[in-house]
């Protein structure tokens, strides 16, 4: 078969009538000017996204290790599209020498296609694979930060991952004490330009049993970032005796910052500050749905799930009334219903959620029953929510409100919006770093290949618009 005759018959089939055909066409020695004359990249990344999307994993991995063995040069070229699914599906299983197999073309090249390197590696954050994302950026920030393929700033995440490295590890060398000049000199490896005495505030918080709840009301009502740099180290120390690393826990509270510090945000108390308002905090949730960088939802749901950590160390600690954590309690429960009724086919890729201890907050039979749910997800054919409905009867059947929750995002979603966020201090010091990130973006949907075209011709999208 010439590469004319197949390329017309991948025009005019459909991509799923296409697989052995194109297996066939990758199995082969292309010839040297194919990748000027033809989209080969196209046929590549079609085939992998639509399998991928169809959940037919076993011709994923074949159509995969086929390039690898075959078109190795080509695969170099669109390995992040391959390895970005490969990462995701060994960590549901759980198979750490494969996660790191997959991670291996992102460690060498993190510059190339950054944002799905950035999506691979922020699947490490939520496993806590801690070690491979440490070395990833250890050997990453540089390439990233000096690369003039990427726009400035785009080493601030991994920057901030670098940062938690040093003090957990600062922390859990000095038998729970922290070293600031220590972690001052390493972090300023990474272009922070730390004001000593929020670091300070953190190393205390980090090291005190308790905190003062009164002290910290009354310097609220000045020094406010001082305060919250305390209570984030209490936090931290609160986390690790939970066995979460502080590379993931501080994840949580540095995205919460965001809303606690939206623009219209107040608060003259703490409690008043941490209060969780429904509608703004949906909104906010929502937010990370869809940004213009690409699929974040695996983020949206590790917000809100790790949101109810932070929560219930603002109870223990005293920060919130009982009302206030009662309310977030609701708010939190109804909005993970939703996302499990949105997004049931795919809720497998959020199953480190599961990996992590049970909050004490949450039940034994809920926590089961939730991780029940996301594990079937691996195996639900793609489609809305009834077709899959009977698959998790047992388990809707007791989960008590929850259930309705569920039914209500699979009907109507939520409501998504983008958040503006604006940094807590305007003169470049540490929590405008921390801060510092990009806003969210929502962005039109382009139709697949084989979709039908939006412009209502009744032709498929690539032989109409997107030729």
Avoid at 18 to 33: A, G, I, M, Q, R
Avoid at 337 to 351: H, N, T
Wanted: charged fraction near 30%.
């Amino acid at each position: 078969m010439t590469v004319d005759e197949y390329w017309q018959q991948y025009l005019d089939r459909d991509v799923f009538e296409n697989f052995e055909l194109t297996c066939e066409f990758f199995s082969t020695e292309l010839p040297k000017d194919v990748m000027e004359n033809y989209d080969v990249g196209e046929v590549i990344l079609e085939t992998v996204g639509h399998y991928i999307d169809d959940k037919r994993f076993p011709q994923v991995f074949k159509f995969i290790e086929l390039l690898r063995e075959r078109q190795p040069e080509l695969y170099q070229e669109y390995f992040q599209y391959m390895d970005d699914f490969l990462v995701d599906y060994n960590c549901f299983l759980g198979d750490k020498n494969e996660v790191i197999r997959a991670f291996q073309n992102f460690l060498k090249h993190p510059v190339q296609e950054f944002d799905q390197f950035l999506q691979a590696f922020k699947t490490l954050r939520f496993y806590q694979y801690s070690e491979l994302a440490e070395l990833a950026v250890g050997q990453s920030f540089q390439k990233v930060r000096d690369s003039s393929q990427l726009v400035g700033g785009a080493a601030h995440y991994l920057a901030i991952c670098g940062f938690y490295f040093t003090l957990e590890k600062e922390y859990s060398l000095r038998n729970e004490e922290v070293d600031v000049d220590e972690v001052l000199s390493v972090s300023s490896g990474y272009d922070f330009n730390f004001d000593i005495s929020l670091l300070n505030s953190m190393a205390k918080g980090l090291c005190a049993r308790s905190l003062d709840v009164d002290y910290l009301q009354v310097e609220y009502e000045g020094e406010y970032e001082n305060v919250l740099f305390q209570i984030e180290g209490n936090y931290l120390q609160f986390m690790a005796q939970k066995r979460f690393s502080f590379f993931l826990s501080g994840f949580f509270w540095d995205e919460l910052l965001k809303y606690w510090f939206r623009e219209d945000a107040s608060g003259e108390t703490l409690n008043e500050r941490f209060e969780i308002d429904g509608s703004s905090f949906e909104e906010f949730i929502a937010g990370y749905h869809s940004w213009f960088f690409g699929d974040n939802k695996h983020e949206m749901a590790a917000v809100l799930w790790g949101s109810v950590y932070v929560y219930e160390f603002l109870f223990q600690a005293g920060l919130i009334s009982k009302e206030v954590f009662e309310g977030f309690c609701l708010i939190a429960r109804r909005l993970k219903g939703k996302i499990i009724g949105l997004f049931v086919s795919g809720l497998w890729r959020f199953d480190f959620i599961h990996t992590w201890d049970k909050p004490e907050c949450i039940s034994e039979v809920e926590f089961e029953v939730e991780r029940n749910i996301f594990r079937k997800s691996f195996s639900f054919p793609v489609g809305d929510f009834d077709s899959v409905k009977d698959e998790i009867i047992e388990e809707l059947s007791q989960l008590g409100e929850m259930r309705s929750y569920i039914i209500e995002g699979a009907e109507k979603g939520f409501n998504e919006q983008k958040i503006v966020t604006e940094p807590l201090i305007e003169d470049g010091r540490f929590l405008h770093d921390f801060l510092s990130s990009p806003e969210p973006v929502r962005v039109e949907k382009v139709p697949g290949r084989n979709d039908p075209c939006s412009c209502g011709s009744g032709q498929k999208y690539k032989k109409c618009c997107g030729k």
